[in-house]
């Protein structure tokens, strides 16, 4: 017999909601921390990847906001 667990739209959303916020806890965490390095050694592989991180970031916030390619007004 197989089991088959069922579960509202409501459980599913906070549980997606909760795994979200756990993610931004930890990218925030590792991008304030990211500059652990000396002053003197950060390069521009460290610029562009903070650069790339970023830019990953703003099509989040460009979705979530309907800004950028997501904006009501874009074709």
């Known amino acids: 017999m197989t089991t088959m667990t069922t579960q509202t739209a409501l459980n599913a959303y906070l549980a997606e909601r909760d ?3 756990s993610l931004i806890d930890r990218i925030r965490e590792v ?6 390095a000396p002053a003197d050694r ?6 562009g990847g ?8 703003q099509a989040i916030s460009d979705r ?9 007004g874009a074709s």
């Open 42 to 47: 950060i390069d521009w592989g460290h610029a």
């Open 64 to 72: 979530l906001f309907s800004e950028g390619e997501y904006s009501t």
């Open 31 to 36: 991008i304030e921390n990211h500059d652990a």
């Open 50 to 57: 903070m650069a790339s991180i970023r830019s990953d970031l």
């Open 19 to 21: 795994a979200a916020l």
